[in-house]
């Protein structure tokens, strides 16, 4: 079936570094792809929305210059957490959307920004 | 507008006994509704989807749920617990027909314990 790889799984950064997250659809092209943010003992909070070759679409409450989303090609979105603080910690999940394959989630990464 | 609400947030069972996870949904379009389960520090995996087809739907791992329009609910059962199915489980909602599939709005989250 449908595979999105999520990479890294785990990272550790310093407060006002900024972090890339990866998020890679395997052996199908997605055309959609949703980021969700998901605090301890929480649910999954959708940040924003990015389609193929087009700015992300944010969620209210989302800051878009914070959380950069790139999906410059069918198979790899991005998201780079800028200038992080430790209040953005948190579990990091890209689900990739098709007609044919519907929602693909990969398996998250756990940010710690000490 | 679309909203999923799961009525426990956290259910105990002993292995072997059936399992009961209840969710109610609101939505202003015939919903898509899911059922994943979430394993600690881990992505969300599939365990059914209703797309207004059968209204009973068959997941994996024994797992079913039946969506009642009449009381906007889809529980998710399974007859008999397993060790392996202690995580975490969250209803979802979709806007939208088969056609146009939109945003996914997720519960809070129902934390299954499993006891020997």
């Known amino acids: 079936g449908a595979v999105v790889s999520q990479h890294p799984s785990r990272v550790i950064c310093k407060s006002g570094t900024s972090v890339k997250i990866e998020c890679r659809s395997l052996?199908?092209?997605?055309?959609?792809m949703f980021w969700y943010r998901q605090f301890p003992k929480q649910s999954l909070m959708l940040m924003a929305t990015s389609n193929e070759g087009s700015k992300a679409t944010y969620e209210q409450g989302v800051e878009k210059d914070k959380f950069l989303i790139n999906h410059a090609s069918l198979t790899l979105s991005t998201l780079t957490v800028t200038s992080a603080h430790p209040e953005d910690s948190s579990f990091y999940i890209c689900?990739?959307?098709?007609?044919?394959?519907?929602?693909?989630f990969g398996s998250g990464t756990r940010l710690t920004v000490v | 507008a679309q909203s999923v609400t799961q009525l426990d947030s956290h259910v105990s069972v002993s292995e072997g006994t059936p399992v009961l996870l209840r969710c109610n949904y609101s939505?202003?379009?015939?919903?898509?509704l899911f059922w994943y389960v979430q394993h600690p520090n881990k992505g969300l995996q599939l365990l059914l989807k209703?797309?207004?087809?059968?209204?009973l739907v068959k997941g994996i791992n024994g797992f079913e749920a039946e969506f009642k329009k009449s009381e906007t609910s889809f529980h998710l059962t399974k007859p008999s617990a397993h060790m392996s199915d202690a995580a975490e489980y969250f209803c979802v909602v979709s806007a939208g027909t088969t056609d146009s599939w939109g945003k996914l709005q997720f519960g809070a989250g129902t934390q299954v314990v499993v006891t020997p």
């Open positions: 209703y797309t207004s087809a059968a209204t």
């Open positions: 052996d199908f092209q997605a055309t959609t």
């Open positions: 939505s202003s379009y015939s919903p898509s």
């Open positions: 689900s990739a959307h098709t007609g044919e394959t519907g929602y693909t």
